[in-house]
T-cell receptor
């Protein structure tokens, strides 16, 4: 049974810091991994999608890496800004068939001005 | 505009009542999934529909049911509402193909009193 864990649960950093959010999963047989951003009470906005054959994806100040063998993904945010304050969710889609995507509980990020 | 629209945005129901939540997905999203997100937790998979048939279900009782229509819209129906059903309900569309991830709507906040 796939389980997804995100560490830390919450993070508070001063503006301008580079930071790393961690996601771990128990079953390495994945189809892809997706990072989302969620503002309070809102839906999910897709940030980056990494296919199982890929090692990393980049979009602007965001970089996500994937290490299937160790069951880990990291989301790197460069030069953090107050507008980055949100909850970041990691989601794993299984590679064994079906579309049941498993989410972590998220990391709540607060960037102080 | 994400390509997935949910209605209503907020809803208050009384315990024991029935509710229907709606989702409109753009053309090409032939798979639609529904998720329940309790406060402070990651989304939990309810079920998914592909070509108007349910083809995956999470650990939710039968009083959670759904429909998908030929125009890519879908519904989530919940009967005999319980207080614990209070949550954010998210609809996600998925295009067929290797390079696509989920596109989520903004969600419906359901409060059961």
């Amino acid at each position: 049974k796939q389980e997804v864990t995100q560490i830390p649960a919450a993070l508070s950093v001063p503006e301008g810091e580079n930071l790393v959010l961690n996601c771990s999963f128990t079953d390495s047989a994945i189809y892809n991994l997706q990072w989302f951003r969620q503002d309070p009470g809102k839906g999910l906005t897709s940030l980056l999608l990494i296919q199982s054959s890929q090692r990393e994806q980049t979009s602007g100040r965001l970089n996500a890496s994937l290490d299937k063998s160790s069951g880990r993904s990291t989301l790197y945010i460069a030069a953090s800004q107050p507008g980055d304050s949100a909850t970041y969710l990691c989601a794993v889609r299984p590679g064994t068939g079906g579309f049941k995507t498993i989410f972590g509980a998220g990391t709540r990020l607060f960037v102080k001005a | 505009e994400t390509g997935v629209t949910q209605s209503p945005t907020h809803l208050i129901k009384t315990r024991g009542q029935q509710v229907t939540l709606r989702c409109s997905s753009q053309s090409g999203h032939n798979t639609v999934s529904w998720y329940q997100q309790a406060l402070g937790q990651g989304p939990q998979f309810i079920f998914q529909y592909y070509r108007e048939e349910e083809n995956g279900r999470g650990n939710f009782p039968p009083r959670f049911s759904g429909l998908q229509f030929p125009n890519y819209s879908s519904e989530l129906n919940v009967n005999a509402l319980e207080l614990d059903d209070s949550a954010l309900y998210l609809c996600a569309g998925l295009k067929q193909g290797y390079n696509y991830g989920y596109t989520f709507g903004s969600g419906t906040r359901l409060t059961v009193v």
